[in-house]
């Protein structure tokens, strides 16, 4: 699935990086936690078409996801990232959305349009 695509299902708003080569990059996996030590944990395999779904705004998901060498977070329940957090964002090369939705509604409208999720 495209990361316009992942925009449109969640009515997602860009917070960075939001050129066409971002927006057509195809992802296949979500990953939902606001518990940056799960991530950490669980997502070892297809970072780079790894969706991560968190409400944690601040630099530590973003190490977390740079770490991780995922490039795409949509913060969840209407929550944003501050402006140092944007700039940072975009140095990383991290692709940030926000969506109103909850993190359960976001998942359950990421998984009906195909992506999958990661198990332990």
Known sequence: MRAKEIADALHAVPLTLWEEEHQ???YK???ATD???DALAMIQD???STVLLTGLCNTQTLRTAEMLDVRFIVFVR???LLDDAIEMAK???IVCLATDYTMYDACGRLYLKGLT???G
Do not use: D, R
Request: hydrophobic content about 35%; proline content about 0%; overall charge negative.
């Open 24 to 26: 057509n990059h195809e």
């Open 29 to 31: 996996n979500v990953f």
């Open 35 to 37: 518990l940056m030590s």
């Open 46 to 48: 297809e970072e780079e």
């Open 78 to 80: 209407g929550k944003f």
């Open 91 to 93: 140095n990383m090369g």
């Open 117 to 119: 999720g990661i198990y």
